[in-house]
């Protein structure tokens, strides 16, 4: 454990006791190093998705950090030492590329106790689809729900049903847009880093991308429409999300992002275990949207929605997929090079999805085991049978299901 994990979980402890302030101003005269990352700790809106920890020790130039970084997110400065700057993405490849360690992804858990200390504000937890397993088979959603009410959270939301709400927007938006053979589609609802690789690398199929925001911008965007006065926390395996809610367009959505690591510790320095409370069940996903957090899952939900809407489309859905930034580069290639033969192309940054994010909690196979048998349990298969998804709608102003795709919806933003 690295001293900046130490002093998180020491702040962590200092804000829940109320002596924050006093600790944070002991550990600040103590040594220039401490400084710096209670700095950080403490302000952490001011910090990319990743940090560094101290000097580098890699000669100059010869950074593997640099070399993994596929987003041309570092730099280096007069004295060496390497900077992430603003073009982080958060996929961690750098983290796992730094020989000294001198790398971490960026927390916020003092961000979110600020936020549940002021009990006059709602705040709501946000619940990745991925969640399934990772705090132990015995933890249900509806334990995690009272786990978090615990905490000081209003409510939990399963990021899974607007999942489901992104499900229908892309069947649809398939629909319209792919028409002949020789058509294709991007899907852009999930990963934060398959949108980037594509706005990096791969501009000219921007027109192939639909207009959707993510499932947790979605959740988040929702929330605030129907309470203004909520703060909203994303909860998930991802370092990429922290950067994502960041994103100008769409920054309105999510004020912190959580991941499972940093709630793991937040539980422990509580003294909470998910397993011991009761249930508060309140799930209204479908199977589509509860296996949006493993490879292939999002190409299915949007095959068995497209065939529920559109049971007679001649041109059916041929779908892709790749998992891990190099298989999602070397999938792309093979799209602008004309030999993917498929027409719904979907990418996912980490290999084996969301499940195999760099802050996952368990091995990705058994968390995609866990996902898949959350997934079968669902009462509704695809959104469009889902009447909890159809109610929202109405509550979110949509009138139809096929509303979804104008263009000035909530749940719609812009690539260009």
Same mark, same amino acid.
């Given at each position: ?33 401490? !400084?710096?990352?209670?700095? +950080? &700790? ?6 990319? %998705? @990743?940090? /560094? *920890? ?42 796992? !590329?730094?020989?000294?360690? +001198? &790398? ?6 003092? %961000? @979110?106790? /600020? *936020? ?59 629909? /319209? ?240």
């Amino acid at each position: 454990m690295s001293r900046y994990d130490d002093l998180s979980r020491e702040l962590s402890k200092a804000a829940m006791q109320g002596e924050l302030e006093t600790r944070q101003r002991e550990l600040e005269s103590a040594n220039a190093r401490d !400084a710096s990352l209670v700095k +950080k &700790l403490v302000n952490p809106e001011a910090q990319p %998705a @990743v940090i /560094r *920890l101290g000097d580098c020790a890699c000669p100059d130039g010869q950074g593997a950090c640099e070399a993994a970084c596929l987003f041309e997110a570092i730099r280096r400065d007069e004295e060496g030492n390497i900077v992430v700057t603003a073009n982080c993405t958060g996929c961690g490849a750098c983290l796992e !590329a730094c020989p000294e360690e +001198k &790398l971490a992804g960026r927390k916020d858990a003092l %961000a @979110v106790l /600020r *936020l549940l200390k002021d009990r006059k504000t709602p705040v709501y937890a946000l619940i990745a689809p991925a969640f399934s397993g990772q705090f132990s088979r015995e933890v249900t959603s509806g334990k995690l729900r009272s786990a978090f009410k615990y905490m000081g959270f209003y409510g939990m939301l399963e990021v899974a049903l607007f999942a489901d709400i992104l499900t229908l927007k892309e069947a649809l938006e398939f629909d /319209r847009a792919i028409q002949s053979d020789e058509d294709f589609m991007l899907t852009s609802c999930c990963c934060p880093l398959w949108v980037a690789l594509i706005k990096k690398s791969y501009k000219s199929m921007i027109p192939h991308v639909p207009p959707s925001v993510s499932p947790m911008v979605a959740c988040g965007r929702a929330v605030k429409r129907i309470h203004p006065e909520a703060r909203t926390v994303f909860i998930g395996p991802c370092l990429a999300k922290k950067a994502e809610a960041r994103e100008p367009d769409i920054a309105d959505a999510v004020d912190v992002v959580l991941t499972f690591e940093e709630v793991a510790e937040l539980f422990d320095l509580m003294g909470i275990n998910p397993a011991d409370f009761e249930e508060d069940q309140s799930d209204h996903s479908s199977t589509a949207g509860r296996i949006y957090a493993r490879t292939a899952g999002v190409s299915e939900a949007a095959q068995f929605t497209l065939d529920r809407l559109r049971p007679n489309r001649p041109i059916t859905l041929r779908a892709r997929q790749a998992d891990g930034v190099p298989g999602c580069k070397a999938l792309l290639k093979e799209v602008a090079e004309g030999r993917a033969n498929a027409n719904f192309i979907e990418g996912m940054g980490c290999v084996g999805g969301c499940v195999g994010g760099p802050k996952a909690l368990v091995d990705r196979e058994v968390a995609r085991a866990a996902v898949n048998d959350y997934g079968a349990a669902a009462k509704y298969t695809t959104p469009a049978d889902n009447p909890h998804v159809l109610e929202l709608l109405r509550i979110l102003g949509f009138e139809t299901v096929e509303s979804l795709l104008d263009r000035d919806t909530i749940f719609t933003r812009s690539f260009d």
